[in-house]
Every structure is written in C-alpha cells, then in structure tokens.
C-alpha cells in the first residue's frame, strides 16, 4: 500500500503570504494526485487532480505541482477563507485503490 | 448538478450490522465510467477510503476492511449501499458518499479521473453499548 506523508502538519501563516504544502508518496503515483480542502463540519472539497488541474470553480490563487513521489500544492495570497485543513490522495493501481495523507493544517498567525 | 446524500442508523452497537444507503442524482451508472464510493473519517482524523463501485458492477474495497464490507448499487432507485459487518467502536464516523470525477472531451467521450469531485454531506456512526 502506497502511503502519503503531508507536511508540515501544521502551517501557521499571515492573510496575504504564500503558502506551501508537501505531499510525499511512498512510491510512484506518476500524477495520479488530488487535493482536497476541509472546514470544520463539512465535507472536503476537490481543489487539485491529476497533480495540476484545478477542480471546477477554484480560484487561481490554488495551484498543483509535481509527479512521481513529490507532490506540492501552493495557494499564491491566502484569503481568510483559505485557512483549513488540506489532504493529498492518490490512486493505487493494483489493487485499485485510494489513500489520503494525514492532512495539514493551515490555521492564521 | 450532481448531489449524494447519506442515510443510515446514528448509533450501531458493537457487533451489529451498519448499513448505509447513498441517494444521488445528477448522473447515472447507465454512463460508462461512473464510480460511487464510501469515505470515512472518524472524529479529528484523517479520511480514509473505503469502497467503490463502479457503472458495470466492478466493485473495490479496501484490503484491510474487504472482509467486512459490501457495497451494492441499485441503478432505477439511483443508490448505492454499504454494508459494514461486526462493527467496532473504532468504526465511530462520519461516513462520505462520493462521486469518482468524470470529464466530456471535446469527441463526447467521458474520462475517468481519480479523484472525488462531489461528497454528500456525511453521516455521522457512533458504535457503542
């Protein structure tokens, strides 16, 4: 089983700074990665698959990078909106299946 | 617009059986390519992905829980269900249904991406005596 190591686990920053999350993959996903972004009390919400592409409706600020085993997701001007919790997930092709990282949570300074 | 939506029992005792049922609209199992599954996350932890089943009755589980879990689509009621055999305290959470992301190329030809695009609001499970 592929495991996804997120780091920092927590990322303390300012309104308007940039942001970088890690997600690292035990193994190859060549761009098999999403990201998702998580509030308190709701559902997550698709930001980022196939490493790059931005999901519907998501603001430029949100951006995906890399393949292979590293992966990162950078949000250009935080927002007061944007402070959340993130999860990486990957598809394992055999067995078919998919896990997420332990999140990284992305709270204000 | 596509929206999913958890039913299920609240409170499970230890041992019993769990099921949950997905109602979703907006899409159909009759497109090639379509997956519905199950998400977990039990209380300030991670998600973890449980079950899928895709448009031709394919279905995948995770290795760890595939001895416990069976999850099953009714195509004309547009469901899909789960069921979680002799649970555990340690099944307390909140259970996500979700839709696998699909996109139209220009040729009219669906492409299966391997991510989550729409979840249901959740259904909390708490397993206790």
């Known amino acids: 089983e592929i495991v996804l190591t997120q780091s920092p686990a927590t990322l303390s920053l300012s309104p308007g700074e940039r942001a970088t999350l890690s997600c690292r993959a035990s193994?190859?996903?060549?761009?098999?990665l999403a990201w998702y972004q998580q509030k308190p009390g709701q559902a997550p919400r698709l930001l980022i698959y196939?490493?790059?592409n931005r999901a519907t409706g998501i603001p430029a600020r949100f951006s995906g990078s890399g393949s292979g085993t590293d992966f990162t997701l950078t949000i250009s001007s935080l927002e007061p909106d944007d402070f959340a919790v993130y999860y990486c997930?990957?598809?394992?092709?055999?067995?078919?299946?998919?896990?997420f990282g332990q999140g990284t949570k992305l709270e204000i300074k | 617009q596509i929206t999913l939506k958890e039913s299920g029992p609240t409170l499970v005792k230890p041992t019993q059986t769990l099921t949950l049922t997905c109602t979703f609209s907006?899409?159909?199992?009759?497109?090639?390519?379509?997956?519905v599954g199950w998400i977990r996350q039990p209380p300030g932890k991670a998600l973890e992905w449980l079950a899928l089943?895709?448009?031709?009755?394919?279905?995948r589980y995770r290795p760890s829980l595939k001895n416990r879990l069976t999850i099953t689509k009714d195509t004309s009621k547009k469901q899909v269900v789960l069921t979680m055999t002799n649970v555990d305290p340690v099944d307390t959470a909140t259970y996500y249904c979700?839709?696998?992301?699909?996109?139209?190329?220009?040729?009219?030809?669906?492409?299966?991406?391997?991510?989550?695009?729409?979840w249901g609001q959740g259904a909390m499970v708490a397993v206790s005596s």
């Open positions: 979700v839709h696998r992301k699909m996109k139209l190329d220009s040729r009219g030809y669906y492409s299966v991406h391997h991510a989550f695009d729409f």
């Open positions: 907006g899409f159909s199992f009759s497109t090639i390519g379509v997956g």
């Open positions: 089943i895709h448009w031709d009755d394919d279905k």
């Open positions: 193994q190859s996903v060549s761009t098999y």
């Open positions: 196939d490493a790059s």
């Open positions: 997930q990957q598809r394992n092709n055999w067995p078919l299946m998919y896990t």
